[in-house]
């Protein structure tokens, strides 16, 4: 009789749980692509692990962001808005281009250097949750938000490229200027998209929670059932 195979429970636990997690990474890797190309790393996803961000990643975020800041200000014509004969109008169109440079800087240094502990913690949670409620067997799960991601994406770049279309048509003057903040612009409604992403992460295994409990609820509900019929059945006639 052939000795049947012992399966450390750890082992297998661990196994789930790396799976879990590489199937998570997988239904938001084309917005962390995204990110990536913007130098904004939530964290290093390396052999099934998170980790924090490494030398390499920390120094393209940095020089992703000088770059920035050296083509905005280097297309800003600073003479003629100290010596005041720039128009209001004009001085007026460049105070949202500083705050969403601001914003994208603030953004990109808190992601890859302050929070990264913080998001490895989300994520590690959100695959123990479901290598717990074996979201894998689920059909099409990971598919699923993956296709989800790319829906949010398509909206993304349509929105965009209205929003340049509306730009380049209405504009006075084409210049170098308004052409470099583009993708600033672009930025900033990519980490809406991303806050939007996270969230419909949580509610669908709130759900998935949710299904589990009810299903519980109901077992339990039938055994209570059985036990009492079984129990009135027994009972002798009186």
Known sequence: ????????????????????LCNVIYSIKPLLFIEYLYGIYRFYFTRGELRLC????????????????ITVFASIDFPTLVSG???SVVVMEEVPVFV???QYTT???????????ANIGIFNKLAKIDAVLEAESISDYYKRSRMETYGFLFVLVLSHLINIIIELVTA?????????????????KLEIVAFCKYISMVKRRLA?????LKVFVQEQEQKKNKTIFSV???????
């Not at 490494?54 to 800041?69: A, G, H, Q």
């Not at 998935?208 to 589990?212: R, V």
């Not at 009135?232 to 009186?238: A, G, L, N, V, Y």
């Open 85 to 87: 004969t720039a128009k």
């Open 54 to 69: 490494n030398r390499k990643m920390k120094t393209y975020s940095v020089l992703t962001i000088l770059s920035f800041l």
């Open 107 to 117: 953004s990109t240094i808190t992601a890859s250097f302050l929070v990264n502990s």
């Open 232 to 238: 009135s059945k027994s009972k002798p006639d009186s």
């Open 208 to 212: 998935l929670i949710n299904d589990h």
């Open 1 to 20: 009789m052939a000795k049947e195979k012992f399966i450390d429970p750890k082992l297998e636990n661990a196994r789930v749980y790396k799976k879990a």
């Open 172 to 188: 006075e003057e084409i210049t170098v200027h308004a052409l470099i903040v583009l993708p600033l612009y672009f930025i900033q």
């Open 100 to 102: 969403v440079l601001v």
